[in-house]
């Protein structure tokens, strides 16, 4: 899959397909990620890319003709009419089911915004969907580009130590939607806070017992509308339920 990133700032990438475990990814071409600054594109020997809103009012807005022909640009080097993302306050929040769906994809061409905002009219000529990080603003679309391409990085084969170790995150599927439980590690014992007995007894039984009632007691209290929506799905059984009735 490619990625075609369209942003001011193509530096900030660098170190960020450079280093950790998902740069495998990046460097077998699992994950393509093209990096294209709109400035190339723009007009003028200071080759300016915004510009004072119309109607008044504070900050910059980037304008919409070098962003167009970046695109226009992107489009004719692929093979794929690639559709267009931007990061932005009024997207659809980014969740697991959304990198797994991007994460089986073909790629797409994803703008990354800056100043108070982007012309509405290439919004609307362009973009085929927005995407939020959650309700904040960020200074840029660069850091949500990378939290988007990193999650979806991680779930290509051959790229985590262990094929299996995602399959156990919060909100996957195979969690049921739940948060993960706590883990623990070398020495047994750390500032007079033993681990879990149970991780210790070496019965898997009653270990993934354990870790099921964990994942159930941290998603009730930290993300009750996960629950909820376990629960209407039919995932939680009998032992669950009355694991949650003792705990309330």
């Not at 369209?6 to 699992?30: C, D, M, N, S, V």
């Not at 960020?138 to 399959?167: F, K, T, Y």
């Not at 099921?212 to 376990?230: K, V």
Request: net charge negative.
């Amino acid at each position: 899959m490619r990625f075609d990133v369209i942003t001011l700032f193509p530096e900030l990438f660098e170190p960020f397909l450079k280093i950790g475990i998902t740069r495998r990814a990046y460097e077998t071409g699992q994950v393509q990620v093209q990096l294209t600054n709109p400035r190339d594109f723009a007009s003028g020997n200071y080759r300016r890319v915004d510009d004072r809103p119309f109607g008044g009012g504070p900050g910059m807005v980037m304008m919409a003709e070098p962003l167009e022909k970046a695109v226009q640009a992107i489009r004719a080097s692929r093979d794929d009419n690639a559709p267009v993302l931007l990061f932005s306050p009024i997207g659809q929040a980014l969740n697991h089911a959304t990198v797994e769906r991007w994460s089986a994809s073909e790629g797409a061409i994803l703008v990354c915004g800056r100043y108070e905002g982007i012309d509405q009219r290439f919004i609307d000529r362009y973009v085929d969907g927005q995407i939020s990080l959650g309700d904040f603003v960020l200074s840029g679309g660069e850091v949500a580009a990378m939290a988007m391409l990193d999650a979806i990085a991680r779930l290509q084969p051959g790229v985590l130590s262990d094929a299996d170790s995602h399959h156990q995150d919060s909100f996957n599927p195979a969690l049921d939607g739940l948060l993960d439980c706590p883990h623990y590690t070398r020495p047994e014992t750390w500032s007079e806070l033993p681990v879990p007995a149970v991780l210790m007894s070496g019965h898997h039984e009653q270990i993934e017992r354990w870790r099921r009632e964990q994942r159930l007691a941290l998603t009730a209290q930290h993300r009750p509308d996960l629950l909820n929506t376990a629960r209407q799905q039919g995932l939680l059984d009998k032992r669950d339920e009355q694991y949650l009735a003792g705990k309330s």
